[in-house]
């Protein structure tokens, strides 16, 4: 899929991507199983769909410093919750 250089919410890609907090190096890029008979996931999918769902979640809040950590992990344990729904 192409990258837009326009976010929903009217701001640029690249301002966008400024007040992203950083990734988590954590994870690697590698392919985890599916748990069933659902789809799988890559690491930097996830981590894609991590980065996307706290972008979301600071833009709830007109990005107000101070809460990139807590929007992180909110947004894994939603991400991670999608992708075992998905995968059942």
């Known amino acids: 899929m192409a990258e837009s250089n326009v ?3 009217g701001k640029s890609a690249a301002e966008a ?3 992203m907090p950083p ?4 994870i690697k890029s590698r392919s985890l199983p599916a748990l069933g008979n659902g789809p799988e ?3 930097a999918e996830i ?3 991590i ?3 706290a972008y979301y979640l600071a833009e709830k809040r007109n990005f107000a410093p101070g809460f990139e950590e807590e ?3 909110t947004a894994t344990t ?11």
């Not at 990734?23 to 954590?26: F, L």
């Not at 991400?79 to 059942?88: E, H, K, N, T």
């Open 71 to 73: 929007d992180w992990a």
């Open 23 to 26: 990734a988590i190096p954590s």
């Open 41 to 43: 996931f890559n690491a």
């Open 78 to 88: 939603e991400v991670m919750a999608q992708i075992s729904l998905a995968s059942l």
């Open 47 to 49: 981590q894609r769909m």
């Open 7 to 9: 976010t929903p919410s």
């Open 17 to 19: 991507r400024t007040r």
């Open 51 to 53: 980065a996307e769902a």
